[in-house]
């Protein structure tokens, strides 16, 4: 079946450092892959997100590029801020899985002032 | 802005209790799911609902019913609470043509 499995954290970071987290996936046909990020206390939304290979995803200083040939989509940003601290979730949705969305296990990140 | 709200961010219950968790979104979206979130193992899907009075089971919904009477109500029952079902609920909302889903703040359970 489908699946995602993305680096296990935490992670942290000093202010203004470079940022990847990794994320590959299982999937048969095309799916869609998505970043959402959780920010202390409150529920997911939606970071970035590229329906087919090569697309690159992008906001808020983040990116993610689709990588059909290594079935990737890692997380970057060149330089994190304080705020950035959260947890990151990679996720698919496929049509093969019903156009469920299914989550990896999440990323915690503290940036250090 | 999408809204989904839950009817509770804090809940502690006792062991056989009856739970209901109350998520309510108001962008007429017809598709609502609900997941529990456990570290280590991510959000897993209890059951979602693509219309009123339509259900269907997720990976985890031993334990669990759940109800849509309304198309902007999704409420999940916990029917005899036990220590296991301790947990982060979120619930999310999605339209018919989109696959990005809108999750409300969360409610963490505690059965004690």
């Known amino acids: 079946g489908n699946s995602v499995t993305q680096m296990e954290g935490p992670v942290t970071l000093s202010e203004e450092a470079f940022l990847t987290i990794n994320c590959t996936y299982t999937?048969?046909?095309?799916?869609?892959l998505f970043w959402y990020v959780q920010y202390p206390g409150e529920g997911l939304q939606l970071l970035l997100k590229?329906?087919?290979?090569?697309d690159k995803g992008s906001n808020k200083g983040f990116e993610a590029t689709y990588r059909k040939e290594t079935t990737s989509f890692h997380l970057e940003k060149g330089s994190v801020q304080v705020s950035d601290s959260a947890v990151y979730f990679c996720?698919?949705?496929?049509?093969?899985?019903?156009?469920?969305?299914?989550f990896g296990a999440g990323t915690r990140l503290f940036v250090k002032a | 802005d999408v809204k989904v709200t839950q009817s509770s961010r804090y809940l502690v219950k006792r062991t056989g209790e009856k739970v209901f968790l109350e998520c309510v979104q108001d962008?007429?979206?017809?598709?609502m799911f609900w997941y529990r979130q456990d570290p280590g193992l991510g959000l897993r899907l209890i059951y979602f609902?693509?219309?009123?009075?339509?259900?269907e089971k997720g990976d985890i919904p031993e334990g669990y019913s759940v109800s849509r009477e309304k198309k902007e109500r999704f409420s999940l029952i916990l029917e005899s609470a036990s220590t296991n079902q301790t947990s982060m609920y979120l619930c999310?909302?999605?339209?018919?043509?989109?696959?990005?889903?809108?999750f409300g703040p969360g409610t963490r359970l505690t059965v004690l």
């Open positions: 590229a329906t087919k290979a090569d």
């Open positions: 999937a048969t046909g095309y799916p869609s």
């Open positions: 962008m007429d979206h017809e598709n």
């Open positions: 996720a698919l949705s496929a049509l093969t899985g019903g156009f469920k969305t299914i």
């Open positions: 999310a909302s999605k339209g018919a043509r989109t696959d990005t889903q809108y």
């Open positions: 609902s693509y219309d009123v009075k339509m259900k």
